[in-house]
């Protein structure tokens, strides 16, 4: 697909000169495509703090979800982060082609983020708020909180980890479709090393972050930051729930991430 970068076509009549063909500078907007648990939360609460207005593009489901183009239309305006699970579906990669010059594809050994996100249903669950889980396809059984850890993180294995393998596994295909359009990132560039991270891909991104103003929030839960080691899914799994996890994953994704 050829690019098109429509966000010269967006005019601010306080900037705009008398002339009728003068240029009109766009600041421009930030938008992260990323697996859930990943930092998602944590990166799009940094760049909200730092002075970009917060913007929803999407129906916010997982694994399948749609950009929207009224989101699309205000996000090009400017100055604004959006975070998302979005996938790599040809509706959002058209819509992508026409309204987003660059943008963020962030991944996660698939391992940890079913891990994490077994943390995640548990936490809604003890917070009442486990009707939020129906965003995400397959929602957990009504069994499921009855069974102990182990049999949880099986269950997530099954029925949750799947859709984490589709949905990385079309992004990398997408690479070919959109030849340094995206920037493709990995958990462990973000971990440990926040500020340098943000600061990566606000490069990318054409983002002058000397008219940010740039803080990194606290690593707290109130940022969806949990404070597990990158491979807690080795001691975490039984050996054999790391057998079946691991078969799944290509062994080209190791190497290409470094994946164990």
């Known amino acids: 697909m050829g690019g098109l970068d429509l966000a010269s076509e967006v005019i601010d009549p306080e900037n705009a000169s008398d002339a009728p063909d003068a240029p009109v500078e766009i600041f421009p907007s930030a938008l992260i495509v990323s697996i859930p648990k990943s930092g998602t939360v944590y990166m799009n609460e940094t760049l909200r703090r730092a002075g970009l207005g917060n913007e929803i593009v999407s129906l916010r489901y997982f694994p399948e979800d749609r950009l929207t183009l009224e989101g699309l239309i205000e996000l090009r305006k400017g100055q604004r982060v959006a975070a998302v699970h979005i996938d790599a579906h040809p509706t959002n990669l058209q819509l992508l082609n026409a309204f987003v010059p660059r943008w963020i594809v ?7 983020v ?38 949880r993180v099986s269950w997530q294995i099954e029925n949750f980890l799947p859709s984490v393998i589709r949905w990385t596994a079309d992004w990398l295909r997408a690479v070919d479709v959109f030849p340094g359009r995206f920037l493709l990132t990995e958990y462990q560039q973000f971990k440990g090393r926040e500020a ?27 940022a969806h930051f949990r404070t597990g080691t990158t491979d807690e899914w080795k001691t975490a799994f039984t050996s054999s729930q790391i057998e079946r996890a691991s078969t799944l994953i290509p062994d080209a994704w190791r190497h290409q991430f470094g994946w164990p």
Do not use: C
Request: net charge negative; proline share 7%.
């Open 106 to 112: 962030h991944l996660r050994d698939p391992r940890s």
């Open 114 to 151: 079913t891990l994490s996100w077994t943390h995640h249903v548990d936490r809604r669950y003890r917070e009442g708020l486990s009707e939020r889980l129906f965003r995400v396809t397959p929602v957990p059984t009504p069994e499921y909180h009855a069974m102990d850890f182990e049999g």
């Open 196 to 222: 340098d991270f943000i600061l990566e891909i606000l490069d990318f991104l054409q983002i002058d972050v000397t008219r940010l103003n740039f803080q990194l929030p606290d690593k707290t839960m109130a």
